[in-house]
Structure formats: structure tokens, C-alpha cells
């Protein structure tokens, strides 16, 4: 898994243990991965965590499972990162429309928008954004400010020189928020309306939204929780303010509708062949990152696809096989986490390594 940086995380802290699983009676289906979930959860109340699975053949069927009552199949959930797979879809979209090339650098289409303190927006292509190699420095990293508007964020940015050269793979959140202006500049609208229009109302995403000034989440939801790092006391962040996240994170989905999508954007529903390709193409960042998605090869030989999310009272992971016939999302109801890599990769390993006749 790449490193991705959180947006409003604080540090990250774990514990684990066993807890019962909620089942569906109505659900004959186990998916494997549904017996690793309660060691996802920590033992002091929340956070609880959530699986949905979706298995495409041979017949039809998902599952869900979850680790106690603060947790439902429907909530509504702040996905964090997972905002940037909707933003490059929609680029990729513009390129294969012909409305802009991956080629283009960013002063093209917004003159004079990054330059400064090193940094030189003649040199950052929107291929360069999409898959974090432009260089430019993640404006979350600096706790000296929270801008709530993305021209703020990039200010924010330009005064930190370059984290490195353009060319070389370094996460920033930067990189999508000035996407997200280069969609407004390219269609005339925002971001946002963008994605309603080319994927959430195509695909009938229907718990999936941007917020945009909105602070509460929309009816279902649960609650989030942040672990305060000197007492370890938990501490409610539900409501917060989604512009400091932007098009970098802003989404709000639920389980469902993330399996979706992904398996909508993977299964070529929603790309061209060309403009899929290069979602996948991984070798700027030597097979770390695509544009907007990322694998992850499992210890079976599958390669799973897809994208995190990680903001103040949410962690949520989609992963799918290449064909988006077979998808897991997980979620938990707080940021603070340790040790997610291993955990993670355990949970997927059992989940679709268990299937190892599907798509790789």
C-alpha cells in the first residue's frame, strides 16, 4: 500500500482484539474475510467496524458483516481519499472527450496558478497530479492553518518549496484540489457537480454526495471518533468542515455504493479502454500509484485495485479485482489507527485470496 497522508488524522494508535460479528440471517453467504473484521476494532467502545462484500459470479450475491450496533449496513460515512479515484475518473473522462490531454501542464490551463518558491507549474502535467509525482508540497502536512477554499490550500502549499523534483512519486493532497480547479476551468462547473453528473447519478450512487460547506452527515449515520493523543480518550468529530479536504476528500458514501463504483470504473463502465489503461499504468511510480487508484498484490498472486480513505472520524478501504467482479469495502468509525497495513493486508489476503479462481 502507498504511503497516503490522512486529512485532519491525528496520530495513529490501535489496539486489537475479538469482539462478535453482527450477521444477517437473510445472508447464507460468509465471505472470509468477515472472520478477521473484529480484530479491527479496539476494546475501551468505539470504534466499531463495518465489511461489505460483493461477489459478482456465479450468482449474484453480497455480504455484510459488522462488529456491534453503532455500525449499519447504510450509513452514511465521510470516505476521505477515495474522493480522488471520483475526481481522476473524471479527468480521464475530459481527456477522452478530447476537452483536455494528461499532457497538459498546469499553467496551460491555469496560468500563473503555481509558481513560486520553486515551484513551477510549466513543468506539472495533469498526468503529473493525478498520479502524485508532481512534487508540489502536501498543504495538510502544515497544522499552522485549515483553508477552506482550494485557492487558500494552494496558497498553503506554495509557501513550502517542492517536497521533490517532478517526477518522483510523493503523496499530496495538493495535487487533487488543483484538479479540482482544472475541472471548473475545462466544463465550467465545479468538481462536485461533475461527479453528480458522469457518476453519481449514472450509477444511482444514492448515499453518495458531496458536501461542500455542510458540516453533519446525512441521515443514516453512525458517529466518528478521534483518540486524543495524550489521554487516549475518544472524542467526537462527526461534524466538521469538509471544505479544508476539498477534492481532495470530501466525499461522503456508503458500503455499497463504493463497491459500485469501483466495480463500475474497473468492469469499464465508466472509462474508455484508453483512458482505463492509464488509470492502471503504474510505471511513473514503479507500481506504486496509477492515476487516482492503487494496487495491492496479494500473497496469493491476485492484484487488488482501488483507493483509501482517511479523515478525522472515518477510515474506509475499497479494494476489487481487476475485472471489479469481486469487491470488499471495510470501514471503521475512527481515524486512529496503527498497524492498518498489516492488518489490512491480512484481511484482504483472506477475503480474496480465498477465491483464488477469480480474476487476477
Known amino acids: 500500500m502507498p504511503k497516503l497522508?490522512?486529512?485532519?488524522?491525528?496520530?495513529?494508535?490501535?489496539?486489537?482484539?475479538?469482539?462478535?460479528?453482527?450477521?444477517?440471517?437473510?445472508?447464507?453467504?460468509?465471505t472470509p474475510a468477515a472472520t478477521y473484521l473484529p480484530r479491527l476494532v479496539a476494546g475501551d467502545g468505539p470504534p466499531t467496524a463495518a465489511l461489505l462484500?460483493?461477489?459478482a459470479s456465479p450468482a449474484p450475491y453480497d455480504t455484510y458483516r459488522?462488529?456491534?450496533?453503532?455500525?449499519?449496513?447504510?450509513?452514511?460515512?465521510?470516505?476521505?481519499?477515495?474522493?480522488?479515484?471520483?475526481?481522476?475518473?473524471v479527468v480521464l473522462q475530459l481527456a477522452g472527450e478530447g476537452r483536455l490531454r494528461l499532457s497538459d501542464t498546469v499553467d496551460r490551463l491555469l496560468p500563473g496558478l503555481i509558481h513560486g518558491n520553486g515551484n513551477d507549474g510549466r513543468r506539472i502535467t495533469l498526468r503529473a497530479l493525478l498520479g502524485h509525482t508532481s512534487g508540489l508540497y502536501d498543504y495538510t502536512a502544515d497544522t499552522s492553518a485549515h483553508p477552506v477554499s482550494a485557492t487558500a490550500a494552494v496558497r498553503l502549499a506554495l509557501a513550502h518549496?517542492?517536497?521533490?523534483?517532478?517526477?518522483?512519486?510523493?503523496?499530496?493532497?495538493?495535487?487533487?484540489?488543483?484538479l479540482g480547479l482544472i475541472?471548473?476551468?475545462?466544463?465550467?462547473?465545479?468538481?462536485?457537480?461533475?461527479?453528480?453528473?458522469?457518476?453519481?447519478?449514472?450509477?444511482?450512487?444514492?448515499?453518495?454526495?458531496?458536501?461542500?460547506?455542510?458540516?453533519?452527515?446525512?441521515s443514516p449515520h453512525g458517529r466518528g471518533f478521534t483518540r486524543d493523543p495524550a489521554d487516549g480518550s475518544l472524542r467526537d468529530v462527526t461534524v466538521l468542515d469538509p471544505r479544508t479536504a476539498g477534492a481532495a476528500?470530501?466525499?461522503?458514501?456508503?458500503?455499497?455504493?463504493?463497491?459500485?463504483?469501483?466495480?463500475?470504473?474497473?468492469?469499464?463502465?465508466?472509462?474508455?479502454?484508453?483512458?482505463?489503461?492509464?488509470?492502471?499504468?503504474?510505471?511513473?511510480?514503479?507500481?506504486?500509484?496509477?492515476?487516482?487508484?492503487?494496487?495491492?498484490?496479494?500473497?496469493?498472486?491476485?492484484?487488488?485495485?482501488?483507493?483509501?480513505?482517511?479523515?478525522?472520524?472515518?477510515?474506509?478501504?475499497?479494494?476489487?479485482?481487476?475485472?471489479?467482479?469481486?469487491?470488499?469495502t471495510y470501514r471503521v468509525d475512527t481515524d486512529t489507527l496503527t498497524g492498518t497495513e498489516t492488518l489490512e493486508s491480512a484481511l484482504l489476503d483472506t477475503e480474496f485470496c480465498g477465491r483464488a479462481s477469480q480474476a487476477r
Do not use: M
Open 53 to 55: 462484500a460483493h461477489h
Open 161 to 178: 518549496r517542492p517536497t521533490n523534483a517532478p517526477g518522483r512519486y510523493s503523496y499530496s493532497n495538493t495535487n487533487y484540489v488543483v
Open 183 to 218: 475541472v471548473r476551468r475545462v466544463t465550467g462547473h465545479g468538481y462536485a457537480t461533475e461527479i453528480r453528473h458522469r457518476i453519481i447519478t449514472p450509477l444511482h450512487l444514492t448515499g453518495t454526495s458531496l458536501p461542500g460547506a455542510r458540516t453533519t452527515l446525512p
Open 5 to 30: 497522508r490522512a486529512l485532519f488524522a491525528t496520530p495513529l494508535l490501535l489496539a486489537l482484539f475479538c469482539l462478535g460479528t453482527a450477521t444477517l440471517p437473510s445472508e447464507p453467504h460468509l
Open 249 to 328: 476528500g470530501e466525499l461522503i458514501s456508503t458500503l455499497a455504493d463504493l463497491n459500485r463504483f469501483y466495480a463500475a470504473l474497473l468492469g469499464g463502465r465508466l472509462l474508455p479502454p484508453a483512458q482505463l489503461a492509464a488509470l492502471l499504468n503504474t510505471g511513473a511510480t514503479h507500481g506504486v500509484y496509477g492515476l487516482g487508484i492503487y494496487p495491492q498484490r496479494l500473497s496469493c498472486g491476485i492484484t487488488v485495485w482501488g483507493h483509501n480513505g482517511h479523515i478525522a472520524g472515518s477510515y474506509v478501504r475499497t479494494a476489487a479485482t481487476r475485472d471489479g467482479r469481486h469487491t470488499l
Open 66 to 89: 459488522s462488529t456491534g450496533p453503532g455500525i449499519h449496513r447504510a450509513d452514511r460515512f465521510r470516505a476521505g481519499s477515495i474522493t480522488k479515484t471520483f475526481v481522476a475518473t
